[in-house]
């Protein structure tokens, strides 16, 4: 789509996921982060935050139900979507406005924390992880036959 701004932002989820349909039964979660950026000081030797930027997210159908039953507060979430510009009035007549964004992805940060995803099917019905079966060669490119990784003695480390 022409003209669109895209961004990736990444940040923490400030509230709970709101999960809400539309008259017409569609889904959609709305959410808020905070992305805060972080410089090294030299001189004082230790990490400054930054100002936070604060952004409204909307998510809309199997996303959205998704996005409620995944994602908590404080999670650390990558987000990917289209900026948009919001102007209003507010109470007392002021005009104001806001950046929001139409997310077409997201999903949690694995820099500090691990996750296990659910494949649903198209009823909505989901399935547990499948484990990874292992190539007949062991999947390093030789054939069949031991680990070439392994170690004798697993208490040694392979190094």
Same mark, same amino acid.
């Given at each position: 789509?022409?003209?669109?701004?895209?961004?990736?932002?990444?940040? =923490?989820?400030?509230?709970?996921?709101?999960?809400?349909?539309?008259?017409?039964? *569609?889904?959609?979660?709305?959410?808020?982060?905070?992305?805060?950026?972080?410089?090294?000081?030299?001189?004082? =030797?230790?990490?400054?935050?930054?100002?936070?930027?604060?952004?409204?997210?909307?998510?809309?159908?199997?996303?959205?139900?998704?996005?409620?039953?995944?994602?908590?507060?404080?999670?650390?979430?990558?987000?990917?979507?289209?900026?948009?510009?919001?102007?209003?009035?507010?109470?007392?007549?002021?005009?104001?406005?806001?950046?929001?964004?139409?997310?077409?992805?997201?999903? $949690?940060?694995?820099?500090?924390?691990?996750?296990? *995803?659910?494949?649903?099917?198209? =009823?909505?019905?989901?399935? *547990?992880?499948?484990?990874?079966?292992?190539?007949? =060669?062991?999947?390093?490119?030789? $054939?069949?036959?031991?680990?070439?990784?392994?170690?004798?003695?697993?208490?040694? $480390? $392979?190094?």
């Amino acid at each position: 789509m022409s003209g669109e701004t895209l961004v990736t932002v990444v940040g =923490n989820l400030v509230d709970e996921p709101e999960l809400k349909f539309t008259p017409g039964g *569609a889904a959609v979660a709305r959410f808020r982060i905070a992305s805060t950026p972080r410089t090294f000081d030299r001189q004082t =030797n230790e990490w400054k935050d930054g100002e936070s930027l604060f952004l409204t997210c909307s998510v809309w159908r199997q996303a959205a139900e998704h996005v409620a039953e995944s994602l908590q507060r404080g999670t650390r979430v990558i987000v990917y979507g289209r900026l948009r510009q919001r102007t209003y009035d507010d109470r007392e007549g002021v005009k104001r406005t806001v950046f929001e964004l139409d997310v077409e992805e997201v999903g $949690p940060s694995l820099k500090n924390a691990t996750a296990t *995803a659910t494949v649903t099917k198209a =009823n909505g019905t989901s399935s *547990a992880p499948q484990a990874r079966q292992q190539p007949s =060669n062991g999947g390093y490119g030789q $054939p069949s036959g031991p680990n070439p990784w392994a170690t004798q003695n697993a208490t040694q $480390p $392979p190094f």
